[in-house]
């Protein structure tokens, strides 16, 4: 992704102050050495691919906005990996069941008590020649991964919306299928919606598709099943180059493909670095704001947050991240979400790496400085098990593990190989690395069997398991470790100082020449404590309370709210309720409720917003206005 990240380019955006990292400098043995953790085993999912392995799934589903149901069926090919295993084991949640067959024949089933956190397995016998089977089912209007927008929602007002979010564990609500990302599967679908809207797929799409309400998908590649994404709209396609293009609802999609045309260009650098792109479209689909993340990385078609379309480019990174994860993440994926950090650590790292090739190493330091923030926020926060990136998620919800751990650390950590072997030498290596697990998905244990063989074989006077051990099962970062700088923050940095002392007033700042960049570097890193009268002038000097940039107004939106400055409370309740992008709503709920007036404040937006957002947003930010 899950890009539920704000990282200035969207997912991540917090604080530097110009202080040394956090270290840890106990050094700690191996988190699997040490516990009773079952390398490669799936905590969060109930399926059995050990011995019966899912290959493909065939859907015909048909979306009814009435009912905000899916309903019709998933074929599944089967292959036993255990000689005469008769029993299949599925994820499911909230569905429906109403028969499984073997071509016309009734198979046995039951449907196990239900988990909170990972839905209800569902235990299907097999005949002996079993190796088709199809599941008849319907969603439940409640599906954690499914979310359908009325007309009022949507940009265009005139016709409802679909959705889908499966990561982490969410594809079981809408499809019964083995919902681990170990099991990678081909899929095709048929989908049947209203005439009058498109459907869209992480599969091949064809931009020229007449719009019959019926629409046909084959992903030919296999895939875990956190990357199969449905979306259902009035949706307009734009190409942006000879292999990108956006969809959008109309009134967005001149705006969107102006913002992100240098998408192919992103693509053409990326392919020279670290091999040929494997998925031949990279097309966008812009989404309503409710969509809880910053961006998706469905393959062939990456579901994007409007709230990136600041009109000046200063947010594409997200775009850069998304595309990153056709070679980390998509191409090869963490087999368990422990493993998380390899999809997102590695993606993160080749984000910055593209942003550099594409708009300079001055916008590249800061983008590294801010990321670097995130980081030293999330340390200072998270209790140090989770401040691991092969993070121990045991009897929890694996959307747990969506921080800048996996993110910032995870690239941090590659930076420092980078710097240790060389730039040129550590390109190369990812190349091979991409190359040696196409589309398989790994564990933490496997890719430090990978780097005993390769890195520190190749380069052992430089690098030690001792310390690559530390970044991976120790908490904090570890002393030593690269700190991202930037110049172009030191006239910021004095501008603050400058102002705080009373030495300058806000009007007389030269800030026109600021990237956007550097104006969250000025509002992250203000005094936690603002006067009434200090607030006032950077308001009226500089008009945050009514920016148009939804990450400028992010920053200045929390800052107000620690500070209780009244006069940008309505522009924060029109905020939480047109934004459902988790990453910049939920600072807000948790800042707001821990007063008694803040969390009526909470509430009451909260609860006229909920009807637009995504299950994900309303989950995480329920509890802070209840």
């Known amino acids: 992704m899950l890009a539920n990240r704000l990282i200035l380019f969207t997912f991540s955006i917090m604080l530097f102050a110009c202080s040394e990292p956090a270290t840890n400098t106990e050094q700690k043995p191996s988190q699997a050495a040490n516990s009773n953790i079952e390398v490669g085993k799936d905590y969060h999912s109930f399926s059995n691919p050990e011995s019966i392995k899912v290959t493909h799934i065939d859907l015909h589903l048909k979306a009814d906005f009435t009912k905000r149901v899916l309903l019709g069926s998933a074929s599944l090919n089967v292959e036993r990996q255990v000689e005469n295993a008769n029993e299949l084991i599925l994820d499911t949640r909230g569905l429906s069941i109403e028969n499984v067959k073997d071509g016309n024949d009734p198979l046995s089933f039951t449907l196990a008590e239900n988990d909170p956190n990972l839905g209800a397995a569902l235990h299907i016998t097999l005949k002996p020649t079993t190796q088709t089977v199809t599941i008849d089912y319907a969603t439940s209007?409640?599906?954690?991964?499914?979310?359908?927008?009325?007309?009022?929602?949507?940009?265009?007002?005139?016709?409802?919306?679909?959705?889908?979010?499966a990561q982490a564990v969410h594809a079981r609500s809408f499809i019964p299928l083995q919902d681990s990302p170990q099991v990678?599967?081909?899929?095709?679908?048929?989908?049947?919606?209203?005439?009058?809207?498109?459907?869209?797929?992480?599969?091949?799409n064809d931009p020229n598709t007449p719009r019959d309400g019926v629409y046909e998908f084959n992903m030919p590649q296999a895939i875990p099943s956190y990357l199969i994404a449905l979306a259902i709209g009035d949706l307009e396609f734009k190409a942006m180059g000879e292999r990108t293009g956006v969809y959008a609802e109309p009134s967005m999609l001149e705006a969107a493909a102006a913002e992100f045309e240098d998408t192919e260009n992103?693509?053409?650098?990326?392919?020279?670095?670290?091999?040929?792109?494997?998925?031949?479209?990279?097309?966008?689909?812009?989404?309503?704001?409710?969509?809880?993340?910053?961006?998706?990385?469905?393959?062939?078609?990456?579901?994007?947050?409007?709230?990136?379309?600041?009109?000046?480019?200063?947010?594409?990174?997200?775009?850069?991240?998304?595309?990153?994860?056709?070679?980390?993440?998509?191409?090869?994926?963490?087999?368990?979400?422990?493993?998380?950090?390899?999809?997102?650590?590695?993606?993160?790292?080749?984000?910055?790496?593209?942003?550099?090739?594409?708009?300079?190493?001055?916008?590249?330091?800061?983008?590294?400085?801010?990321?670097?923030?995130?980081?030293?926020?999330?340390?200072?926060?998270?209790?140090?098990?989770?401040?691991?990136?092969?993070?121990?998620?045991?009897?929890?919800?694996?959307?747990?593990?969506?921080s800048n751990i996996p993110y910032e650390k995870g690239a941090l950590f590659l930076r420092e190989l980078e710097h240790k072997i060389g730039r040129e030498n550590f390109d190369a290596f990812l190349m091979q690395y991409f190359e040696d697990f196409a589309f398989k998905s790994i564990t933490t244990d496997q890719f430090t069997a990978y780097l005993d063989k390769t890195l520190l074989t190749q380069y052992a006077d430089t690098l030690s398991k001792e310390r690559i051990n530390e970044w991976i099962f120790s908490p904090g970062i570890p002393s030593g470790a690269p700190v991202p700088s930037s110049n172009a923050f030191s006239v910021v940095d004095d501008a603050r100082e400058q102002w705080l002392a009373e030495e300058v007033q806000a009007n007389s700042i030269d800030t026109k020449e600021w990237t956007v960049h550097q104006w969250l570097y000025f509002l992250n890193n203000m005094p936690r404590e603002l006067t009434s009268k200090q607030l006032l002038e950077l308001d009226t000097s500089f008009a945050l309370t009514q920016s148009k940039n939804n990450e400028i107004a992010h920053s200045w939106l929390m800052i107000a709210v620690h500070n209780e400055y009244k006069p940008a409370y309505d522009r924060l309740y029109d905020y939480l309720v047109s934004i459902g992008r988790n990453k910049l709503v939920k600072p807000l709920y948790r800042e707001l409720s821990k007063t008694a007036e803040g969390k009526a404040f909470a509430k009451r937006a909260f609860e006229e917003a909920k009807p637009g957002y995504h299950p994900l947003t309303i989950s995480a930010n329920e509890g802070y206005v209840n």
């Open 141 to 165: 209007p409640q599906a954690s991964g499914v979310q359908w927008l009325t007309p009022q929602q949507t940009a265009g007002k005139q016709h409802p919306f679909l959705f889908t979010q």
């Open 184 to 204: 990678r599967v081909t899929y095709t679908a048929t989908i049947t919606t209203p005439p009058e809207l498109l459907a869209v797929m992480s599969a091949a």
């Open 266 to 402: 992103m693509l053409e650098v990326t392919e020279k670095t670290y091999g040929a792109y494997s998925w031949d479209r990279y097309d966008l689909l812009i989404l309503p704001p409710s969509f809880p993340f910053g961006g998706m990385e469905n393959p062939r078609l990456s579901f994007i947050t409007p709230t990136v379309i600041a009109g000046d480019k200063s947010l594409v990174s997200l775009i850069a991240h998304e595309l990153a994860h056709s070679w980390s993440g998509n191409t090869i994926s963490n087999a368990t979400w422990r493993d998380l950090w390899l999809n997102e650590g590695f993606t993160t790292y080749l984000t910055y790496r593209i942003m550099e090739m594409i708009y300079g190493t001055d916008r590249f330091n800061m983008e590294a400085v801010l990321g670097y923030q995130d980081l030293q926020a999330d340390i200072k926060s998270l209790p140090e098990n989770d401040q691991i990136l092969a993070v121990d998620l045991r009897g929890r919800n694996p959307d747990d593990v969506f």
